[in-house]
């Protein structure tokens, strides 16, 4: 069931926002067990918004799930981490849910993330493991793990999830849902817990991209709150939905179809393509030519900007404090060593690194000027063609397991996401078919289509035509 | 055995972390690898290339200067490890004379 075809049986008085909670309530008891999506869910609250919901609004009377890193006054918002597990509840809403709460929705359920949504499997998660629905042994990817997984498992309609590096679109195409990440400025970010500033943007995930234009329209656009999201007009996402990519020109980038991808995902990819192709669309070949530096400019700027954001997180006004401290170094110091897990701690080091005097220039200078190159290649790119066309991941979901050894190994699967948040371009992740892996029969893979900033009309446009084939 | 490219005990504690001596070696094979793998960054010609602090640049957003409602204090002290008389609490932080 799609949000949008739940908005109709609302319309014509088939069902209740009501009666929706406690369909997605029983489904939760039932099947989340095993999933593991939701961290927590207050149905009372839910409830009691679902009796003056007013189905006249866009998305009048529809529960949304939320990651664990946005804030919706009242609840928790623990970003997957032990330091805020405790007792942390949001004073305020975030904008997007103050937008999702002013189009009629209800904000209900906190997904599962990797913590503080740095990571790719959603086992960084210091709180519970989630697992893909379409076989329990995988990850269901990151770090919007726990909301791909709900949304494929049927115990969520639609979430939120937020995209740094991929971590919308890389669990979206693992579960095989859609997932929209907007141009960098076009949603607000305040009361998304930051991760890399210039990078964070947040998004829906859901069962069509309908549904995820449907929510990109109600939270896009300015916010006074945020001096980085921008005033550009809202244009209509769903108008031109269907207008199909006959005469439209959509680029290849060899970069993304080189060495090491899996041949069923190559195979599924080149057949979304050929499909886009036989609809009319001009496909040609481009070069991205600096996509081989993303990862290591990625892997200094993310976590430089990380080190900076998470020292806020000092056992002082919220969260974890450690237990009887000597003074406050000793406050800061044991607060921050019980609160924080392994892979915080290891970007928090590289980032304090980077940016520290004597290597600044060497690493963090260096990488912001290939970050203009990045930028650079996809404007380039933008100049002759629509939209790019490539795999969200080189592979299939991966088993649960395996990431603590080796974090660059985990680092390098991040490689067609990455560059468009460096870029600040939009990009979104639609299912393309499903492909036998790694003693798997049949696991998801998504196409990722990159769309020019701002142009998330076009993106969505592309992205009906790619799904209506499936 | 390469020098190694980080002393992670001394920038663990630039960044208020606290290590345990497993910690300690686990991060230092582990942010050898990922640092030698940014070196390719230096393989890239950037003489003359402007540094990208964002992907859209935005400067000088100004919005009107009006007073609007902020939180109260009660909702701000809410999550406070500790607290007294509407402040946070905190170990004494000036030396005795």
Redesign the interface.
């Known amino acids: 069931m799609t949000l949008s075809s739940l908005r109709q049986q609302l319309l014509a008085g088939e069902t209740t926002p009501a009666a929706i909670l406690a369909r997605l309530a029983g489904d939760i008891a039932a099947r989340d067990g095993r999933t593991g999506a939701y961290l927590s869910y207050d149905l009372a609250t839910a409830m009691a918004e679902a009796a003056s919901a007013d189905l006249s609004l866009p998305l009048g009377g529809i529960p949304i799930a939320i990651k664990d890193n946005l804030n919706v006054a009242g609840q928790p918002c623990t970003c997957g981490s032990r330091f805020l597990a405790e007792?942390?509840?949001s004073?305020?809403d975030a904008t997007v849910i103050r937008k999702l709460r002013a189009a009629g929705a209800i904000p209900f359920g906190r997904m599962n993330l990797d913590e503080f949504a740095m990571g790719s499997s959603t086992e960084n998660s210091a709180l519970q493991t989630t697992r893909n629905p379409h076989d329990f042994d995988r990850i269901p990817g990151g770090s919007s793990g726990g909301s791909a997984a709900a949304v494929a498992d049927h115990t969520a309609i639609a979430a939120l999830g937020s995209d740094t590096g991929g971590s919308i679109r890389q669990p979206a195409s693992h579960c095989g849902v859609v997932g929209l990440k907007p141009?960098?400025?076009r949603v607000s970010r305040y009361g998304l817990v930051a991760f890399a500033s210039?990078?964070d943007q947040v998004g829906p995930l859901t069962r069509s991209v309908e549904d995820a234009a449907r929510i990109l329209q109600v939270i896009a656009g300015a916010d006074?709150l945020d001096?980085?999201c921008?005033e550009a007009a809202v244009p209509d996402y769903l108008g031109g939905l269907d207008d199909g990519v006959k005469g439209l020109k959509l680029g290849l980038p060899k970069e993304y179809f080189g060495a090491g991808i899996d041949p069923g995902v190559r195979r599924q990819v080149m057949a979304a393509v050929d499909a886009l192709a036989a609809q009319g669309a001009e496909v040609v070949d481009i070069s991205l030519p600096?996509t081989?530096?993303a990862?290591?400019?990625y892997?200094?700027l993310a976590p430089a900007e990380a080190?900076s954001n998470l020292?806020r997180f000092?056992?002082?006004?919220?969260?974890?404090?450690g237990a009887s401290?000597?003074?406050?170094?000793?406050?800061?110091?044991?607060s921050?060593?019980d609160g924080?897990g392994?892979e915080v701690?290891?970007r928090?080091?590289?980032g304090?690194?980077v940016l520290?005097s004597g290597y600044y220039d060497?690493?963090y200078?260096?990488?912001?000027?290939?970050?203009?190159?990045i930028?650079r290649d996809f404007e380039a790119a933008f100049a002759r063609v629509d939209a790019i066309l490539s795999p969200v991941a080189p592979a299939p979901a991966r088993k649960l397991g395996g990431i603590a050894i080796?974090?660059?190994h985990e680092?390098l699967s991040d490689i067609f996401t990455l560059a468009p948040?460096?870029?600040?371009?939009c990009a979104i992740s639609v299912p393309c078919g499903v492909t036998a892996f790694d003693g798997a029969a049949a696991l998801p893979v998504g196409l990722q289509i990159l769309g020019p900033?701002l142009g998330e009309a076009m993106l969505l446009r592309v992205a009906r035509a790619a799904e209506a084939r499936s | 055995m390469p020098q190694p490219h980080?002393d992670?005990r001394y920038?663990?504690n630039?960044?208020?972390?606290?290590?345990s001596d497993v910690?300690v070696a686990?991060?230092q094979v582990?942010?050898d690898?990922?640092?030698g793998?940014?070196e390719?960054?230096?393989q890239?010609d950037?003489s003359g290339?402007?540094?990208?602090?964002?992907?859209?640049p935005?400067f000088g957003?100004m919005?009107s200067d009006e007073p609007h409602a902020s939180?109260p204090p009660a909702?701000?002290l809410?999550?406070?490890?500790?607290q007294s008389q509407g402040q946070?609490r905190?170990?004494?932080?000036v030396a005795d004379a």
């Not at chain 1, 200078?365 to 190159?373: C, G, M």
């Not at chain 2, 290339?49 to 859209?56: C, D, L, N, P």
């Open positions: 007792n942390y509840r004073p305020y141009s960098y400025g210039s990078l006074p001096s980085t921008l600096h081989e530096y990862v290591a400019t892997y200094v080190s020292s000092d056992g002082i006004r919220y969260g974890h404090r401290p000597a003074d406050i170094l000793d406050l800061y110091q044991r921050r060593e924080f392994a701690k290891r928090i080091i590289l304090t690194y520290s060497a690493y200078s260096r990488a912001q000027k290939v970050r203009t190159l930028r080796d974090p660059l680092y948040n460096l870029a600040g371009i900033h | 980080i992670v920038v663990a630039l960044a208020r972390l606290e290590l910690e686990t991060f582990q942010l690898a990922i640092l793998y940014v390719t960054l230096t890239l950037v290339i402007e540094a990208s602090a964002h992907a859209v935005v957003r919005r939180l909702a701000v809410q999550n406070a490890p500790d946070f905190v170990p004494k932080v």
